[in-house]
């Protein structure tokens, strides 16, 4: 009895995210998995980690956030979904509000341009795409809303001290 009290108990977390303004949470253990394991995959890839001008390719840059858009669908599809509480939302919310606002607009732009420089110029490096520092600096601000996506992952997780793991907060 005293295993399923704890597996059941929820909790209740506020988090701030752009285009959403202040949202109420409501996570059980469950739900408090699947944030740690977003969180970890969104920390730990490009999307909020910096890419100076003249650090790495764009397409490898690219092709993280790809991985990171499947990998948050995986890691929700493998999930049971959470209980919906009156007045407050859930983490799949905030995973697909992250998928359909943030990275699907970005890489859906961004994507198929690269792919059209790459076929018509192969062997040519990224750095020389003319438009390299113009998606790098979407990517920037893309970081940071995907910063407060990271961080409100760490608050329904649990995680203390979030901002310190990352590094630091991605700039436009």
Not at 51 to 77: Q, Y
Not at 124 to 129: F, K, N
Not at 155 to 167: E, F, N, Q
Request: charged share 20%; hydrophobic share 40%.
């Amino acid at each position: 009895m005293q295993l399923y009290g704890h597996a059941a108990r929820l909790t209740e977390s506020k988090v701030t995210i752009p285009h959403l303004s202040e949202l109420t949470f409501i996570v059980n253990n469950d739900a408090r998995q699947v944030a740690w394991h977003l969180f970890v995959e969104t920390v730990t890839r490009i999307s909020v980690q910096p890419l100076a001008s003249d650090e790495g390719l764009a397409g490898e840059a690219l092709s993280s956030l790809c991985g990171l858009f499947s990998t948050t669908r995986d890691a929700l599809k493998l999930s049971r979904p959470s209980v919906p509480v009156p007045g407050g939302q859930t983490v799949e919310y905030l995973a697909v509000t992250m998928l359909n606002l943030e990275l699907r607009p970005f890489l859906s732009r961004w994507h198929p341009r690269l792919q059209r420089f790459e076929q018509a110029h192969p062997g040519v490096p990224d750095s020389e795409w003319p438009e390299n520092a113009t998606c790098r600096d979407e990517l920037r601000e893309v970081q940071q809303r995907i910063y407060c996506y990271a961080l409100g992952f760490a608050r329904l997780a649990g995680v203390p001290d979030a901002a310190a793991m990352i590094a630091q907060e991605p700039s436009a």
